[in-house]
Each structure stands twice: as structure tokens, then as C-alpha cells.
């Protein structure tokens, strides 16, 4: 159940994650998450910790609590069918190439998709270069290592971690999406989880994945 009490205090989301991660989660006995104190209490927090809102005071201070992990989060063992991974662009090289940075992110998320084949992917980066635009480029790396085209979805209008986020939120409503995952690079992901949580209102979970760089 989404909190929207813009009274919440730091020390009761803490202390209403750490309760609930030493009870430990519900997950299922196949789970593939990294089921550990840290993705358990960003679980939480993620849901009914507080970061589930739609107050952004809330957000920020919900999600400055988290700890950002390349480890998976135990969303995507709860429904991996409704739970989308989105990985973020960044800008191309004047010919269209990727640049080191955004190739990490494609790693990270092609890691993440491998052991979540069930889950639905979104590529979202819209600014092009040399006619090719960051959603394409990464669409493109991904098939050439193994993923599916089917599971991809290009969001490729957005110029900013702003527009990826509100361009991506509507694919996500328009497909029932239960939650989303969002990979990107360590110093990107905390702003991005939040502009993301801003644009979903409090609809679904947003959780994160840190792309080593």
C-alpha cells in the first residue's frame, strides 16, 4: 500500500524496512533475486518504506535511504512477467557509435535480462546521432548478444532523465506494467529512480541496478 503522508520522518522508513527485512520477504522458492539485507530493506523501502508515492518530498528523502547495488532486486522474482527492465541511454558519438559509459549500462542490463527471461525490456534514449538514436543503438547491441527482439520496446523520443522517465511511464501504464527496474550508471541512478517514481505517481514500484563503470 503506497504511503502518502507528507509527515513521514527518515526514522520510521528505516526502521519500517529493517522490520520488515528481518522478517524476511515472501519470494518464491525459485527466486533469482540476490536475496540479501540490502536488496530486502530496498525492497521495502521501494514499496512500503515510502518511495512508493506521489509526493516528491517523500521520494527524495525515501530514496536517499537506499543503498545502490549492482545486486537484483526482489521485485523481479515477485512477477517478473509485469516487472519491466528499463535501461537508460547516453549520448552517442558523433557516428552513431556508444560510448564506453552506455555500453556498461547495456552490460548490466543484458545481465539482468538474461537471468529475468520472462521480463519485458525498454530501451529508452531518444537524442540521435549520425541518424541512429540511443534507443536504437542499444536495441541493436542487445539482439547482437542473445535478447530476444520481441522483448524490446524502444522509447526513443526522450532527451532527458526527466523525458526518460515520463515517455517511459506511459509505455508502462499502456502495458499494465507491475513495476520497473531501472539500470543506469552509479552516479545516475539515484536521480533517475526519482524522476521515475515522480513520473509514475505512486502507481507502481521503481526499483534500481547500479551499472559498474
Known amino acids: 500500500m503506497p504511503l502518502y503522508s507528507r509527515s513521514l520522518r527518515p526514522r520510521r522508513i528505516i526502521a519500517a ?3 520488515a527485512a528481518a522478517a524476511g520477504a515472501a519470494l518464491p522458492a525459485t527466486a533469482s533475486a540476490d536475496v540479501t539485507p540490502t536488496t530486502l530493506v530496498n525492497g521495502v523501502l521501494s514499496t512500503v518504506g515510502g518511495c512508493q508515492t506521489p509526493f516528491r518530498e517523500v521520494i527524495l528523502t525515501c530514496t536517499r535511504f537506499e543503498t545502490l547495488t549492482t545486486q537484483y532486486p526482489v521485485v523481479l522474482d515477485l512477477n517478473p ?3 519491466n527492465i528499463v535501461a537508460l541511454g547516453a549520448g552517442l558519438l ?3 557509435t556508444m560510448r ?3 555500453v556498461s549500462r547495456l552490460q548490466a542490463t543484458l545481465q539482468v535480462a538474461n537471468r529475468y527471461p520472462l521480463s519485458p525490456i525498454i530501451v529508452s534514449g531518444g537524442v540521435p ?5 540511443e534507443s536504437r543503438a542499444m536495441r ?3 539482439i547482437a548478444h542473445g535478447i530476444p527482439p520481441f522483448r524490446i520496446t524502444e522509447e526513443y523520443t526522450s532527451r532527458s532523465t526527466v523525458e526518460n522517465a515520463q515517455n517511459t511511464n506511459a509505455i508502462l501504464a499502456q502495458r499494465g506494467a507491475t513495476s520497473a527496474v531501472v539500470v543506469t550508471s552509479p552516479d545516475h541512478l539515484q536521480r533517475a529512480m526519482v ?3 515522480v513520473a509514475v505517481g505512486g502507481r507502481i514500484p521503481i526499483a534500481g541496478v547500479v551499472a559498474p563503470f
Do not use: E, K, S
Open 195 to 197: 524522476d521515475f517514481r
Open 94 to 96: 558523433p557516428d552513431g
Open 140 to 142: 541493436d547491441w542487445l
Open 81 to 83: 512477467f509485469g516487472t
Open 129 to 133: 546521432q549520425n541518424g541512429i538514436t
Open 100 to 102: 564506453p559509459l552506455l
Open 17 to 19: 524496512a529493517l522490520l
